[in-house]
């Protein structure tokens, strides 16, 4: 089954066929004094420091970081961002941009929690140029001296940057195909890839992300906190406001986890302003759980008109639990936008932004693990149902269910393969042909009235239901025992719930080779909130056998209790199961036994 068409703007001879990085100049003519992009600086303030660029502001500033590239590299040499997340990120993105530098957004080795997604993007890109800050120098030098990686030929200092370089800059003409900038997937399984992205697919994605789900109506704003290293961070945050104009007020992830509110209280100062924002599943219930009765009395929510969840599955209880909480504060029904995305499409595939509340269906699970979409009648078994969240239609290109054996279209309601074919689909990875070619070369055996290829392959399971996008799980992590297929975060999610001492979603599942079959294991972080001394791992674990034994009629081959920060993640803050399970087989798993064993 197939969705979505192209947009006819994007074709050959359209009127969007425009590069988006010339944007910036239309916007700095037509409103030099509107403002483009704020920065809330909280580590100035806890209260924030606003710093704005207008739209000739941050013209003239992109041109300048141009001219200042184009001093040390030629058009297609690599540029690594190693600053944080700034206006001067903001502007080295667009400055490369124009200068046809190959920008290769990272962050600054400082960052906590990613140096094997740092070395090993930095390695692969080889930069000539790493662009950094004076404060950031000292962690930048270490990484360079502790690892073997390449050595740039010269480090630019953003912040330093002579913005009368400006006055020199000629824009030279961009092409659609031209290589924009880099963007390393998370990594989870193997090394960090580079996924091509030309100036053709940003400017592809931003106008069907701002046709799906950004706001109609005067002085849209976007509010971000998100990573510009990521995919949806940086296209939400630098795309989406320049396609039309709009202004960006964002700040780093660091000051969203030290206190989510944040997020809202930015949100909350532009009541009736057509706000949209995006998040992973896991920020919306992470704010729902911090929220007090007091704070909610001083957040005004009624100016959000779509607040995207994306990048890691999509819970129906965190929708409920995020509408619930800040309904009180003007927060509309038909505000959240449950999508769905990943790098190799820039970002951006579907949404369901229709101003309606999210749709959640309960399927058959016997049903689904056959591979079929079967809705649960009202009397089922609530214990034999799953719920699948609606990420809604693509919107300027063409999704379709694909069997991946047989290269055929599936119909309405059976499991297959996400296939996405659009001008927003990259070419390639950097440097790695064979890799490309499996991702990006899909073609279809029989196509029909679709296009035969280049299809680019997710690896990820999803059906079409009424006209409606649902991802059921990504290929690789299917858990198959017995014949009978089981995706791993249903299993989760029902270990979680089985006992108290179970840390939410912070559990893994995933299956180790049997002699005849597959067969579980499940990896569960511990709670804080429950004492050591009042721990029974043995009672814990006989909880969840029982609970998935019932549930899902699977026995389970292991089950490992172990200390909280012990399950691997994603970058973007994904499971990463794969080397949670590689962890394992090691033995390099910080059990919770081992502690209590320690403590006597």
């Not at 420091?49 to 184009?70: F, G």
């Not at 990896?523 to 674990?541: G, K, M, Q, Y």
């Amino acid at each position: 089954m197939a969705l979505g068409s192209l947009l006819p703007e994007l074709q050959p001879g359209g009127a969007g066929r425009v590069p988006l990085i010339e944007r910036v100049a239309r916007w700095a003519a037509e409103k030099p004094d509107a403002p483009a992009w704020t920065f809330v600086d909280y580590s100035l303030d806890p209260g924030g420091v606003k710093i704005t660029l207008t739209w000739a502001e941050a013209a003239r500033r992109a041109r300048a970081m141009a001219a200042r590239l184009r001093q040390v590299a030629e058009p297609g040499d690599r540029a690594a961002l190693l600053l944080p997340q700034t206006l001067d990120y903001m502007m080295t993105m667009l400055g490369a941009m124009h200068a046809h530098v190959v920008a290769v957004p990272l962050f600054s080795p400082d960052l906590p929690g990613h140096a094997d997604r740092l070395i090993g993007a930095y390695a692969d890109s080889e930069p000539a140029v790493v662009v950094t800050c004076r404060s950031s120098l000292p962690h930048v030098e270490k990484f360079l001296a502790d690892h073997d990686v390449p050595r740039p030929r010269e480090i630019v200092f953003a912040e330093e940057v002579d913005p009368a370089l400006a006055d020199a800059w000629t824009d030279e003409p961009i092409g659609f195909d031209d290589l924009a900038y880099l963007q390393y997937t998370s990594g989870s399984t193997r090394r960090p890839a580079g996924v091509e992205i030309t100036h053709g697919n940003v400017t592809a994605n931003a106008a069907q992300l701002w046709a799906g789900w950004a706001p109609d109506g005067p002085t849209p704003e976007l509010v971000s906190w998100l990573p510009l290293f990521h995919d949806m961070g940086l296209i939400a945050a630098m795309a989406l406001p320049l396609y039309g104009g709009d202004h960006a007020i964002y700040t780093d992830p660091v000051s969203f986890v030290m206190n989510p509110l944040r997020w809202l209280e930015l949100i909350a100062e532009r009541p009736g302003r057509n706000v949209y924002t995006a998040g992973p599943n896991f920020s919306y219930e992470y704010a729902a759980s911090v929220v007090t009765p007091e704070k909610l009395a001083e957040l005004d929510l009624s100016g959000l008109v779509t607040c995207l969840n994306g990048a890691e599955p999509i819970r129906p209880s965190t929708l409920e639990t995020f509408a619930a909480a800040f309904a009180p504060a003007g927060l509309r029904p038909g505000a959240q936008a449950p999508g769905y995305g990943l790098a190799e499409a820039t970002v951006f595939v579907s949404a369901a932004a229709d101003d309606t509340p999210p749709k959640v269906i309960e399927v058959d699970r016997d049903a689904l693990t056959q591979g079929r979409v079967a809705l649960a009648g009202p009397a089922a078994d609530g214990e034999r149902v799953s719920a699948l969240v609606s990420c809604g239609r693509p919107v300027g290109q063409i999704v379709a269910i694909v069997d991946p054996e047989t290269r055929t279209e599936r119909p309405d309601g059976e499991v297959g393969e996400i296939w996405v074919h659009g001008p927003n689909t990259a070419p390639g990875y950097w440097r790695n042909s064979e890799r490309s070619q499996d991702t990006f070369g899909g073609e279809l055996a029989e196509p029909g009235g679709l296009p035969a290829g280049p299809w680019m392959r997710t690896g990820d399971y999803g059906a079409v239901h009424e006209g409606e996008l649902y991802v059921t799980g990504r290929i690789k992590d299917l858990i198959i025992v017995d014949g009978r297929n089981h995706y791993p975060q249903d299993i989760e999610v029902t270990a979680q719930e089985a006992h108290p001492a179970i840390r939410p979603d912070h559990v893994a599942a995933f299956a180790v080779q049997g002699e005849e079959t597959e067969l579980l294991v499940v990896v569960a972080e511990r709670n804080r909130r429950v004492p050591l001394a009042r721990l029974d791992p043995a009672e814990v674990e006989t909880a969840v056998r029982g609970a998935i034994n019932v549930e899902h009629e699977m026995s389970v081959h292991d089950f490992v209790l172990i200390e909280p920060g012990g399950v691997s993640r994603t970058s973007s803050g994904k499971i990463a199961r794969a080397a949670t399970r590689q962890r394992y087989l090691d033995g390099a798993l910080p059990t919770t036994r081992a502690r209590l064993d320690a403590r006597g």
